[in-house]
């Protein structure tokens, strides 16, 4: 019916002219007024150190740009079968520009950033070929969501999951309290973390493809313990997006 699409287009754009002129689109790090509600300007975005090719097929690992290990390069880690996870996608590099952003948005109530972070994340999976049957946010301690009064994850994972056209998953997984985890490192991590998770609802996750969210990706301690459990209760694959992750020499 062209004439109702038509009429709905041009509704949509009349609204949308109407919103920016009522409330213009500004960038949710430095207020500068850019085209699209929630969009980074360039400027703020050029900060980030975005993941591109080359990168680990599998985990994401960024490679140097002049390395060349064919179409499907791994790094040594995967190609040693260590990969935490079934693929792992991380929007940009955990840094000082990524940390300045994440800290307000994790712990003091900046949760417009999410838009922009959740699109780079949707970005970060432009090349990948799995599809999920359900996007499962990390989940937080009932302890901490009392005190932040919301899940970050939560906030990212719900465009995700629109995005791949599935439902979120908010309530097949509790994570029990551990204090934090602090500087530790990744033996102390993955130790501090195992057990943490069970699964409530083992009809929901078994025979599935999950695709996990979270903010940030360090040792990857919590994607692998998340994974050991799904697998036990019957799910097929387990994949995971971040966006940011630490890169550290391997
Ligand atoms: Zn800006
Ligand atoms: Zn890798």
């Keep these: 019916m062209p004439n109702k699409n038509a009429a709905r287009r041009f509704i949509n754009n009349a609204t949308r002219f109407l919103m920016n002129f009522l409330f213009p689109a500004s960038c949710p790090l430095c207020g500068t007024r850019v085209s699209v509600h929630g969009e980074l300007c360039a400027e703020c975005w050029t900060e980030f150190n975005w993941i591109c090719n080359p990168k680990c097929a599998k985990c994401g690992y960024p490679f140097p740009a002049n390395l060349d290990l064919g179409p499907r390069p791994l790094c040594p880690r995967c190609a040693a079968g260590e990969c935490g996870l079934d693929l792992i996608r991380s929007a940009c590099v955990y840094d000082d520009v990524s940390r300045a952003a994440m800290l307000p948005f994790k712990h003091a ?26 996007v499962l946010p990390v989940p937080l ?106 890169v550290r020499a391997i």
């Design 109 to 134: 109530g900046r949760i417009k950033y999410s838009l922009f972070m959740s699109r780079a994340m949707i970005w970060a999976m432009r090349d990948v070929t799995i599809s999920p049957d359900v």
């Design 141 to 246: 301690a009932y302890r901490r969501l009392f005190h932040r009064g919301y899940n970050q994850a939560v906030l990212l994972a719900r465009p995700i999951a629109r995005a791949f056209g599935v439902p979120l998953d908010l309530s097949s997984v509790h994570r029990a309290y551990r204090p934090d985890m602090g500087h530790k490192n990744a033996a102390q991590r993955a130790e501090n973390i195992h057990g943490v998770f069970t699964v409530k609802n083992p009809d929901k996750i078994r025979g599935r493809r999950i695709l996990l969210v979270d903010d940030v990706m360090t040792t990857g301690a919590t994607f692998s313990e998340l994974r050991r459990v799904l697998m036990a209760a019957g799910a097929v694959a387990v994949y995971g997006v971040v966006f940011c992750r630490t």
